[in-house]
């Protein structure tokens, strides 16, 4: 192998792990579809520098390459959801808002739907901020944001473990 093949493998290496890395930064947090379509560009180059490597054996087709990175891609997509339904995660909203009545409803809309918020006051760089913390579980963030109408600043931060205090009941 000469050295121009040694720098191309090297190369799709780096680009190779460093796919890897962000698709699963993608997928933590859970950017499916962005971490599915990086998950199968790493196959592929790592697929093309597989086959430069081992050469002279048999070499996959273009297909088979397409395939094999599909379902990799696929098994990226599948795998955050079954994380997302068997892990059944908690998050914390946290909500940054001006202290203004529309604020206070907005919370009191919240409690409305069955959710524990717990109202923080602090000082923003224009005044005062009403903070909203929420902790709840992952597909409960849709329904609180909702109550924003894309006002203030929203945190989502995963919360590795949760014991007592308020929380809205399973709907079966």
């Given at each position: ?36 379509a990086i998950g199968f560009v ?27 990175g599909s379902g990799f891609s ?99």
């Open positions: 192998m000469d050295v121009l093949g040694l720098v191309l493998i090297f190369c799709a290496r780096i680009l190779d792990v460093s796919c890897g890395t962000v698709r699963i930064l993608f997928l933590v947090r859970g950017k499916r579809i962005m971490a599915a790493e196959v592929m180059v790592y697929l093309t520098a597989l086959g430069r490597i081992l050469g002279g054996g048999r070499e996959m087709t273009i297909i088979q390459m397409i395939v094999y696929a098994g990226n997509y599948i795998g955050s959801l079954l994380e997302e339904r068997l892990l059944n995660a908690f998050v914390m909203v946290e909500l940054i808002m001006e202290k203004t009545p529309e604020t206070k409803e907005m919370i009191e809309n919240i409690r409305n739907d069955g959710h524990g918020a717990t109202v923080i006051y602090g000082r923003g760089r224009s005044g005062i901020r009403t903070i909203v913390k929420i902790i709840c579980r992952r597909s409960d963030i849709p329904s609180i944001t909702a109550h924003t109408k894309n006002r203030g600043f929203i945190c989502i931060t995963d919360v590795k473990g949760c014991t007592g205090g308020y929380f809205r009941l399973q709907r079966k």
